[in-house]
């Protein structure tokens, strides 16, 4: 969860470092972001390999489950400021066909191939459910890594997350309803208790405790590191004696899911005549799923077995995004559509004065 300022015009201009922050203390937290997105993958597959191998250590802390997702969603909030949200006016047109193509591609995708796997209806809803989660929490990194549009991306991130109590249950009841009982009522409580107040209460904290706040900013891509690792240990805990037999299905869904979600994020940008900084932005946020989200109302509602598909995402998603990122790091940005709509032709300096970058 870093902060990136935006470049000078000049830069942004010569096409050649528009992802270059604009001092030194932000290009050490840009090398920050790079080794924690490396990192962070590693410490989940050890947190996997923890959970399956030493089930009896994290399966009795599955109750604390949403209370970490929460200190996750309050390390986000932290990196929220006012122009985050004021982008969202800016740019409405790219912002909401970001929120449509996060919520209409990765739910319908996750349906698909459930049915087209022939899953079995705990991992059927776990996959749907990861489909119907917000954007993950370290899509915003990936972005700034792939030279995308980073104040877009925290604007899709931040918007589809404020709405998920209400359009992350309907989703799930519409699309999973046919597997299982669906308490949405109890989902959408669920999704406000771990999500959006924990979320508000960090956006608080930022408005008026800046300096507390400035001094923790660093730490906060390793803290989510740390538990979004220890949510993936207890839920992998939860289902070891069924991962052997689950899987590999399991894995080739998510790998599935996730390259649909990447692939055709990138493809609605360029449907809405998008630049090509901000079909980057897109890939990731409709691509990038919330597994902590996921995992938690899995487990809460539907048990342990639900709940690996969300495991799975969350290793896989870092590694495919880290991949994915590097490679369209080291391709040109190609030049706008001189028909591109206006929204997205505004003048740079529209851009929000800090991003946010949450890891």
Same mark, same amino acid.
Request: with cysteine; aromatic share 6%.
């Given at each position: ?6 470049? !000078? ?111 079995? !209806? ?75 107040? !924990? ?51 399991? @894995? ?49 509602? @539907? ?9 799975? @995402? ?46």
């Amino acid at each position: 969860m870093l902060e990136a300022t935006k470049t !000078p015009n000049t830069a942004r201009d010569s096409g050649a470092a528009a992802d270059v922050p604009a001092n030194p203390a932000l290009a050490a937290e840009a090398k920050i972001a790079r080794i924690a997105v490396t990192v962070f993958p590693i410490l989940v597959v050890v947190a996997g390999l923890a959970g399956f191998l030493l089930p009896g250590a994290f399966k009795p802390l599955a109750p604390s489950v949403p209370f970490l997702l929460g200190i996750i969603m309050f390390c986000m909030g932290l990196t929220l400021t006012p122009p985050d949200f004021a982008s969202v006016a800016k740019r409405p047109w790219a912002v909401a066909l970001g929120i449509v193509a996060h919520y209409v591609i990765m739910p319908g995708a996750g349906w698909l191939i459930a049915v087209g796997l022939h899953l079995e !209806p705990e991992l059927a809803v776990g996959l749907i459910l990861v489909g119907c989660a917000p954007s993950g929490t370290a899509s915003n990194v990936m972005a700034f890594l792939a030279k995308g549009d980073v104040a877009l991306s925290v604007a899709v991130a931040s918007v589809s997350t404020l709405i998920a109590p209400i359009v992350t249950p309907l989703l799930v009841l519409f699309l999973a309803g046919s597997y299982l009982s669906i308490d949405a009522g109890g989902m959408v409580q669920d999704i406000v208790k771990t999500v959006l107040l !924990p979320v508000i209460a960090g956006l608080l904290a930022r408005l008026f405790l800046k300096k507390l706040v400035a001094r923790v900013l660093p730490a906060l891509p390793w803290a989510s590191a740390v538990v979004i690792s220890l949510i993936v240990a207890i839920v992998v805990a939860g289902s070891a004696s069924k991962i052997v037999a689950a899987g590999g299905i399991v @894995f080739l869904a998510v790998v599935l899911h996730n390259g649909f979600g990447l692939g055709l994020g990138y493809l609605a940008g360029k449907l809405g005549r998008l630049d090509d900084k901000a079909r980057r932005a897109l890939a990731f946020e409709v691509g990038m799923q919330n597994s902590g989200l996921a995992a938690t109302l899995a487990t809460a509602h @539907f048990g342990a077995l639900a709940a690996l598909p969300s495991a799975v @995402f969350s290793l896989w998603h870092n590694v495919s995004g880290a991949i994915v990122a590097a490679w369209l790091a080291r391709r040109p940005i190609r030049e706008a559509p001189q028909t591109a709509a206006p929204q997205d032709t505004a003048p740079e300096d529209t851009a929000p004065e800090a991003a946010a970058l949450k890891a």
